[in-house]
């Protein structure tokens, strides 16, 4: 048994207006789908959707996730970079440098995400959402290989990556030190292939923990990775 990653979601506290800037953004339309919340379809071969889930955590530190865009040419960065402004987004320092050839933004709720340079070989061919980038150890990296059943595409000096089986993002991390945790963030929403519960106990048996607040209204199953970030365990539908 395995989970699919059927959405990575966005702590926010107005989902639909960053629901807006996103779909704006990536040139997505909304998923219709029995999804818990706002969610757009992500337009990649992973198969996952971008959720917008209502929160009142304040952001206290940089996101320990962020999404990397790709792409063609350097006109197409520069068309990237201003069609996220108009919406909302603004320049982040995230201590990137003067001489760095990405961009980084923060869409409208502060969420950091980065606008790659053309050429980038580690991603080509992953679609417009190239990465998920996380900061993370090499241990959360395996869990989650296990957790998805997705392979590992790199493992060297402590960095690991996957990729679904289908293609599209992939979900890096890269090693220590861990960030604080920033309270606000983006998280991954699981649907079981099976018995909900059972999967519980596989994800546990791998290493995740559960949470004192077991259980949300929706059903949902909350529980915590290795590195202690907060993922759901949805119920099957």
């Not at 006109?75 to 320092?93: C, I, K, N, S, Y």
Request: with cysteine; proline share 5%; hydrophobic share 40%.
């Amino acid at each position: 048994m395995t989970s699919r990653l059927i959405a990575i979601s966005f702590d926010a506290h107005q989902p639909q207006r960053l629901a807006h800037f996103w779909s704006g953004v990536l040139n997505v339309v909304s998923a219709d789908d029995s999804y818990d919340g706002v969610a757009l379809k992500s337009g990649n071969d992973a198969g996952y959707r971008l959720g917008f889930r209502p929160t009142r955590a304040q952001k206290s530190a940089q996101n320990r996730l962020h999404f990397d865009l790709t792409s063609s040419s350097l006109e197409d960065q520069q068309e990237t970079v201003a069609r996220a402004l108009d919406l909302g987004a603004r320049h982040a320092d995230v201590g990137q440098g003067p001489d760095a050839a990405h961009v980084v933004l923060a869409d409208p709720e502060g969420n950091e995400f980065c606008v790659l340079e053309p050429g980038n070989t580690f991603l080509a061919g992953c679609g417009f959402i190239g990465a998920l980038a996380c900061d993370g150890s090499q241990a959360v990296g395996y869990f989650w290989s296990e957790a998805l059943g997705w392979p590992l595409v790199w493992d060297q000096d402590e960095e690991t990556a996957i990729q679904s089986p289908n293609g599209g993002t992939k979900i890096t991390w890269g090693g220590p030190p861990l960030m604080p945790d920033p309270g606000k963030d983006l998280r991954f929403d699981l649907a079981p292939d099976g018995d909900q519960q059972a999967e519980v106990e596989r994800l546990v048996s791998l290493g995740a923990k559960r949470l004192d607040s077991a259980r949300g209204e929706d059903g949902a199953v909350l529980l915590a990775d290795p590195d202690g970030n907060e993922f759901r365990v949805l119920a099957r539908r």
